[in-house]
């Protein structure tokens, strides 16, 4: 069934995000950053890992 379908593609899409996530984490973790400041925050060039300057 077409709905059953859709869950399913729901649940392994879910999946390979968190997948992704956790990659990206660790790459982010490891990375030996190198920030350009913009206005409201700064972002590595290396890893596009994002900080924010003001809260």
């Given at each position: ?35 350009q ?19």
């Amino acid at each position: 069934m077409k709905v059953e379908w859709i869950e399913n593609e729901m649940r392994e899409t879910k999946r390979r995000l968190a997948d992704l996530e956790k990659c990206l984490k660790d790459i982010q973790q490891q990375c030996e950053h190198h920030f350009q400041e913009f206005h409201e925050y700064a972002k590595c060039t290396k890893c596009h890992k994002t900080v924010s300057l003001y809260y």
